[in-house]
């Protein structure tokens, strides 16, 4: 598939930060006005944003659809618990708490969801908790599958703590991509911000709260039961969340599609930027 990049203007993305029942999340926002919108669910990694992960995509899908992209509880800029919580599952539910919160916050009786790496974890949690909230669903690099493979790149990712530079980091992002020099522009542009976000304490805090557990995949009947439209997209060289993932939540979901890039690694939306967004907007209008 070649998409030529669209010359038109790009949508304007706006941030603030929102206050809920329960949390107060840093939102950035486009397309406000527009009928569908679409919630976008960042990953994990050191010192990562939503606006890191997505900041093309607002300005993209944007100009047609209403777009939220929030760092979810416990990252970045939005609200952080004081004491570590005591599982990964209970993150997950207070991340599923704070999405709905936001979903009501905007007045919105459903939205469409795209979940990269561990915003896939939350977008399913999602299906299964709040199905009638969710209209479609692309997943994005998903892991925590029975077959996700743990590559020696994502243990090596999760020890930056140990000895935390920004060499180690811009080192490890360069294994998220498949063609590390032509992603570097990218890499370099970002190294600061991400460094001096993932070096506040509380940051680190909840980083540490987050993975001292296991994720507990889905289980394959509660997959079997999700009949929403679901797109999955993964890159073929992903060394972060292996592409057996994608083919697991492909043969037990009950209405899927899936997409894989060839030379493409775990930032499908910033490797195949222009490719991805045509892609999601043609799935959210009904063209795949």
Known sequence: MTVKATQETKAQVTSSVVKTENFETYVNRSGEGNEETILFLHGSGPGVTAIANWKPALEEAGKSFHCLAPDLY???????????????????????????????????????????????????????????????????????????????????????????????????MSWFVYDAEKMWPVIEAVTDDRFENAMRPEVKRSNNSIFATAAVPVPTVALNRIKHPVLLVHGLNDKVCSVESSYYLAEHLGNPQLHIFGQCGHWTQLEKKDEFNFLIQEFFRDRL
């Open 74 to 172: 416990g990252f970045s800029n939005s609200s952080h618990p004081e004491e570590p919580l005591k599982n990964r599952q209970a993150w997950m539910d207070e991340w599923v708490r704070q999405a709905i919160e936001l979903i009501d916050h905007y007045k919105l009786d459903k939205v469409n969801l795209v979940g990269n790496s561990l915003g896939c974890s939350v977008a399913l949690e999602l299906l299964i908790e709040h199905p009638d909230r969710i209209g479609k669903v692309v997943l994005m690099g998903p892991g925590g599958t029975p077959n996700t493979k743990m590559s020696f790149e994502l243990a090596r990712a999760k020890s930056f703590y140990d000895n935390p530079s920004k060499k180690k980091l811009q080192q490890i």
